[in-house]
T-cell receptor
């Protein structure tokens, strides 16, 4: 099925560094979502974006809904060890189905 | 908080067995979904349901069926389990058909077929 292009595929950073990841699509979405998945767990919703150009923060996380409605990015500031996990972007279609990115695996070195 | 509960975290079954994976949500959500997650393939939609007794095929329905007899419960059925169905299975739910309702996931069931 259709997938979003998410990059980078993986990141290995030092604790305290900022992180940025993004997703692009050939299709327009009305809603963009960012999830985090810890090992052995289900994805947990981090941020939901509903309007083009919207910039939303959740603690050290900031996400933006691109103006074209075909892209989104997620930034994590001052990373800590518990930020480790897989981050997924997802576009929500008008049928309620999610289209997922391939995921960005984040590792943080203390 | 939304609570999506999957009945088993880990399950081991044998080839040819009929396997039931259960999912319950406590937020009166209309929509429920079953995915499988495999390394390198991401999350793939198996089946979903917008209402009681209603089901729609996702991207990879072959070898699976579903049941939604009550609004809060969505069951995934492997009619005759095969080794290529060894995977992490994730259930999700969302409030309505509307396009701005995020899906909330359970903790997953890691199923091994021997």
């Amino acid at each position: 099925g259709q997938q979003l292009n998410q990059s980078p595929q993986s990141m290995f950073i030092q604790e305290g560094e900022d992180v940025s990841m993004n997703c692009t699509s050939s299709s327009i979405f009305n809603t963009w979502l960012w999830y985090k998945q810890d090992p052995g767990e289900g994805p947990v919703l981090l941020i939901a974006l509903y309007k083009a150009g919207e910039l939303t923060s959740n603690g050290r996380l900031t996400a933006q809904f691109g103006i074209t409605r075909k892209d989104s990015f997620l930034n994590i500031s001052a990373s800590i060890p518990s930020d480790v996990g897989i981050y997924f972007c997802a576009g929500l279609s008008n049928t309620g189905k999610l289209i997922f990115g391939q995921g960005t695996t984040l590792q943080v070195k203390p | 908080d939304v609570k999506v509960t999957q009945s088993s975290r880990y399950l081991v079954k044998r080839t040819g067995e009929k396997v039931f994976l259960e999912c319950v949500q406590d937020m009166d959500h209309e929509n429920m979904f079953w995915y499988r997650q495999d390394p390198g393939l991401g999350l793939r939609l198996i089946y979903f349901s917008y209402d009681v007794k209603m089901k729609e095929k996702g991207d990879i329905p072959e070898g699976y069926s579903v049941s939604r007899e009550k609004k809060e419960r969505f069951s995934l059925i492997l009619e005759s389990a095969s080794t290529n169905q060894t995977s992490m299975y994730l259930c999700a739910s969302s409030f309505t058909h509307a396009s701005n309702q995020p899906q909330h996931f359970g903790d997953g069931t890691r199923l091994s077929i021997l």
